[in-house]
């Protein structure tokens, strides 16, 4: 049925090209009937392919396919399409996909993005499913909420401290001994910072979103310190984290303030004593920096006898959306693409991050450089973030926290604006889940840094502000034409 | 009689046959242009998450109200206003004194021409790409800024220098795109016209003054208003570049749309934005239109 009526709504495109006389009667005919059936060829795509699995990840195909191709051959009868989307609109892809009933049977989600869709019961839970799985992965937090299990670990990676040896040297110290404290590490920066001749202690994360809150963590963390505590409460505004940011400013007067990829960049050609960047590295500097020399070491923490050492831990998680078409299927094709045999090429060729199912650590590519051995251990005390559906908006709340103490500002203003923000933002949520619309009192997270609540107060001073600048705009323009009538007086 | 009416069918079968021929371009208009456009419209008065679909809700102006106590958003457009106002007036000023210089080439033309044109057809992408390496420390401006004994800067990083980095990687990117527009103007003023100022014994800056000047009115007028509007909307510099950083300074209004909308996924207040930038914008498409009605 659908062929002939996709065959049918091709004829006009056929006929027009030489058009008899019948054609013309025909095209003129049916004409509303052509138009529908026009209509139903464009909305068509979807009905084709119903018993097809999409897939829908981030990684180059060549890397998919091939186990895709395994998978098939295993199942006969089964399909699975391969989409890949981008880190720049991939998450915006799958959250209109998902408002609009169209997601992925299976997808691929960053580990920091799963808590918002988990807890709008967007995924199938696979607790039952994957059972088996738990002792052979890493990384189950971000696939857990309340005790059921909706994805399956893929891909996990951390961040370690990376130090220029060559460096080291030049600026007495022992490239045996990387720091171990805070101290140390202040101390370290201090001897190679030498902006003069272009050399600085360590990279300092600025001018991009979503990458400082990585590297400034991981000493909250080692500190003691927390963003959310078991019940839920924002308890980022603590000792610990004060700490941890007067740390980090004394850090940054040796520092180089950049973005990551200039970081690495700086790196890489020998300017920079020691950054904070992952194993993407590793896939970089042999080629294109051979002389380098280089190693890694576990990040710092607080005192000798003070703390632990810790990291940030993200990665990859391999869900299923409701309404996968195969719930069974799919989820025994999570368990063959996550196996270390499947995940290993990944992370041999893009080094950006290991397999979290640990048997892939006992393969000889781990053992054959001893810098892996720090990532492994690395990991064993690194963090996952709050899995948290408001995770997005408390990134962000604490991402601008840190940058504002990195630009001099006040700490305990900061993180008391923090705190506030995330009040603001966890009661629009409440609002929003018990089905009230937005109420004026709050709004929107991330913003208010000055602390003073914004209403209906200060609005018609802003209102004024903003007709004021609108205004001089159209008045501007208005001189702009006057001008020109001007001009056009005195030629005439 | 008879004639008449086979007549009108066939205009009727004219008109048919013409829609038909029109049918791809209207439905794309009327599904992904006109659709979305009252759609917005309609949300912009809503409070709609787009996780929670049922949760939609008539919120009358209160988006709009929202808008100017969010300091971000007010920053945004505080920024925005310093974009188009800093890059506006130099682009067309340099894009004009290029066309005047290379007006009086004879050898070439086509290589300057060319050479002035080509950031324009680049991606903006692309071109972020290489202005974020030519900024960095180490980079080329930074470089050639220590040759002349300057201090280097991190150009994007520090609140001062970030936004008017931007704008200076606009303003190049931009310009050659104006000066061939300009140049075409410049082309189409009469040989004569020149001729007989000079019989008359005028000099250069009056022949500018009351021949050139005069004469390319109307592509200046075009080149502002286009340019104001493309201001407006920046953003893809932006977002690659910055992200907003440091610490909001180079926010502008697309930007902090795009991220109400897809990364806080609160569509009816970004489409409160949507249709306020819609609104500016109008008011000088609209001034444009007066414009070049006086024209006439």
């Keep these: 049925m659908l062929k002939i009526r996709k065959f049918k709504c091709c004829k006009p495109v056929v006929f027009l090209i030489r058009i008899s006389p019948m054609t013309k009667r025909l095209i003129c005919l049916d004409f509303p009937l052509k138009v529908a059936l026009v209509l139903l060829f464009l909305f068509a795509p979807p009905i084709f392919g119903e018993d097809e699995l999409v897939f829908w990840n981030f990684w180059d195909p060549k890397f998919i396919l091939p186990v895709i191709q395994k998978f098939e051959a295993l199942h006969p009868g089964i399909k699975i399409r391969n989409e890949q989307l981008n880190w720049g609109n991939g998450l915006d892809k799958i959250v209109v996909a998902h408002a609009n009933k169209r997601a992925p049977d299976i997808c691929e989600l960053g580990s920091t993005w799963t808590g918002k869709f988990m807890s709008e019961g967007a995924l199938i839970d696979l607790t039952e499913k994957v059972r088996d799985l738990s002792d052979k992965l890493a990384m189950w937090e971000p696939a857990t909420w309340n005790g059921k299990i909706y994805g399956v670990p893929w891909l996990v990676g951390t961040r370690v401290l990376f130090f220029n040896k060559a460096l080291f040297r030049e600026s007495g110290l022992s490239p045996q001994n990387p720091p171990e404290t805070w101290d140390d590490l202040i101390n370290c920066a201090q001897k190679i910072h030498n902006p003069k001749n272009g050399i600085y202690g360590i990279g300092i994360n600025a001018g991009e979103g979503h990458i400082l809150y990585k590297k400034f963590l991981p000493f909250v963390w080692g500190n003691g310190g927390r963003i959310l505590d078991e019940t839920g409460k924002f308890v980022f505004d603590s000792l610990e984290t004060k700490e941890a940011l007067s740390f980090y400013q004394r850090l940054m007067v040796y520092g180089l303030k950049e973005k990551q990829d200039i970081l690495d960049d700086a790196f890489k050609r020998g300017k920079l004593g020691m950054e904070i960047s992952g194993s993407w590295n590793f896939a970089r500097y042999p080629k294109e920096a051979p002389n380098l020399e280089y190693d890694v070491a576990l990040i710092p923490r607080p005192g000798k006898n003070k703390g632990h050492t810790s990291s940030f831990l993200g990665g990859e998680i391999l869900v299923l959306f409701k309404g996968c078409k195969n719930p069974d299927m799919a989820a025994e094709f999570l368990k063959f693409i996550t196996k270390a045999e499947y995940a290993l090429p990944i992370t041999k060729e893009a080094l950006v991050s290991f397999p979290a199912s640990k048997e892939a650590f006992s393969d000889p590519f781990f053992s054959a450089d001893p810098r892996f051995a720090i990532f492994i251990k690395q990991m064993e005390t690194a963090v996952h973030p709050p899995v948290h559906p408001l995770w997005i908006e408390l990134e962000s709340i604490i991402n601008d926290a840190v940058e504002k103490v990195l630009y001099g500002g006040d700490i305990d203003a900061g993180l008391k604006n923090a705190t506030l923000a995330y009040e603001k933002i966890s009661k629009q949520y409440q609002d929003r889940k018990n089905g009230n619309a937005y109420s004026e009192s709050t709004s929107s997270g991330n913003k208010s840094e000055s602390g003073e609540t914004l209403g209906f107060v200060s609005s018609p001073l802003s209102i004024f502000l903003l007709a004021a600048v609108s205004l001089g705009t159209l008045f501007n323009a208005i001189l702009l034409l006057l001008i020109y009538g001007e001009v056009k007086k005195n030629v005439g | ?296």
């Design chain 2, 1 to 296: 009689m008879i004639g008449h009416k086979s007549g009108k069918t066939s205009l009727k079968r004219k008109s048919q046959q013409t829609l038909l021929f029109l049918a791809p371009w209207i439905l794309t208009f009327l599904i992904f242009w006109l659709y979305p456009l009252i759609f917005s419209f309609i949300l912009s008065f809503c409070d709609y998450d787009i996780f929670h679909p049922e949760t939609m809700r008539f919120s009358g102006f209160q988006n709009y109200f929202r808008l100017f106590s969010d300091e971000r958003f007010v920053q945004g457009f505080k920024n925005t206003v310093f974009f188009v106002f800093g890059t506006t007036p130099v682009i067309t000023m340099l894009s004009l004194c290029l066309a005047l210089l290379l007006n009086n080439i004879k050898i070439g033309l086509g290589f300057f021409r060319s050479a002035f044109f080509l950031p324009s057809i680049i991606s903006i992408i692309v071109v972020s790409t290489i202005f974020k390496f030519f900024y960095s420390p180490d980079g080329s401006l930074n470089s050639l800024m220590s040759f002349f004994g300057i201090t280097s800067h991190a150009w994007l990083v520090e609140t001062k220098f970030a936004m008017p980095a931007i704008m200076a990687m606009n303003i190049w990117a931009s310009i050659g795109y104006y000066m061939v527009l300009f140049l075409a103007a410049l082309k189409a003023i009469p040989v004569q016209l020149y001729e007989s100022a000079d019989v008359d014994g005028a000099g250069e800056l009056q022949k500018f003054r009351y021949i050139t000047l005069p004469m390319i009115k109307p592509m200046i007028l075009f080149v502002v208003v286009i340019n104001t509007i493309r201001s407006w909307q920046v953003f893809p510099e932006v977002f690659t570049l910055t992200r907003g950083g440091p610490l909001g300074t180079t926010d502008t209004i697309v930007h902090r749309l795009y991220e109400t909308a897809f990364r806080f996924h609160e569509m009816g207040y970004s489409s409160a934005m949507a249709y306020l930038l819609f609104a500016i914008i109008l008011g000088f498409s609209l001034l444009q239109m007066k414009l070049l009605e006086t024209q006439k």
